[in-house]
Nanobody, 119 residues
Framework: QVQLVESGGGLVQPGGSLRLSCAAS????????MAWYRQAPGKQRELVAA???????NYAGSVKGRFTATRDDAKATVYLQMNSLKPEDTAVYYC?????????????WGQGTQVTVSS
């Protein structure tokens, strides 16, 4: 059974930091591309950051320079370090595992973790 379990969300003041974690089980983590998405109320889910199996990263323009995605294959965990948080970063953050290089359409989602940036 595949599980992606996010943690680390919460309430933080503008300018603060949070680190999200996503622990995976039931997959060969090292061969999956991993990503973080977010969805704010009334908005579509959007890609925040992605890290390939080779460690290459890609970021949405709105978070570039503030967020850093990393992965630890030994722990089957992907992280999202979020600095200089803004109220517009408030959203539910989801972890995503993309196994499309293995099989088309093979992907999994976590349950999400709430991040609220407010004073």
């Amino acid at each position: 059974q595949v599980q992606l379990v996010e943690s680390g969300g919460g309430l933080v003041q503008p300018g603060g930091s949070l680190r999200l974690s996503c622990a995976a089980s039931g997959i060969t983590f090292s061969i999956y591309a991993m990503a973080w998405y977010r969805q704010a109320p009334g908005k579509q889910r959007e890609l925040v950051a992605a890290v390939t199996s080779a460690g290459t990263t890609n970021y949405a323009g709105s978070v570039k320079g503030r967020f850093t995605a990393t992965r630890d294959d030994a722990k089957a965990t992907v992280y999202l370090q979020m600095n200089s948080l803004k109220p517009e970063d408030t959203a539910v953050y989801y972890c995503h595992a993309d196994g499309s290089t293995i099989s088309a359409g093979l992907n999994y989602w976590g349950q999400g973790t709430q991040v609220t940036v407010s004073s």
